[in-house]
């Protein structure tokens, strides 16, 4: 399996930006994906999830109400819509994907198999 994700930019504070994640192979409906971020000196941390087929999905608090993840399997796609950027948003951000991952292990970088490249997200104040 392999994750390219796109999308990264630069926006001022209160914009918005769309990343995709194009996930490559076969079984796309059985993997739940989820997207985290990484800014410079911190730890990577959740952002939000989906889980298989298309069915619930998750938030960090940070984000809940102005990210929205989706996943098209007709498209082996998973995006995150991004409103109401705020400077602490700046990152990088990485698309993940496992097929074994269970509800408790959503939110932990650590249980992800499957890593995307990463794309810049810079908001400006």
């Known amino acids: 399996v392999q994750l390219q994700a796109s999308g990264g930019g630069l926006v001022q504070a209160g914009g918005s930006l769309r990343l995709s994640c194009v996930v490559s192979?076969?079984?796309?409906?059985?993997?739940?994906l989820a997207w985290f971020r990484q800014a410079p000196g911190k730890e990577r941390e959740f952002v939000a999830g989906?889980?298989?087929?298309?069915?619930?999905?998750y938030y960090a608090d940070s984000v809940k109400g102005r990210f929205t993840i989706t996943r098209d399997n007709a498209k082996n796609t998973v995006n995150l819509q991004m409103n109401s950027l705020k400077a602490e948003d700046t990152a990088y951000y990485y698309c993940?994907?496992?097929?074994?991952?269970?509800?408790?292990?959503?939110?932990?970088?650590?249980?992800?198999?499957?890593w995307g490249q990463g794309t810049q997200v810079t908001v400006s104040s």
């Open positions: 192979g076969s079984t796309f409906s059985s993997y739940v």
């Open positions: 993940a994907a496992d097929r074994s991952i269970i509800y408790s292990e959503y939110t932990n970088a650590g249980s992800y198999d499957h």
């Open positions: 989906v889980a298989r087929r298309g069915g619930n999905t």
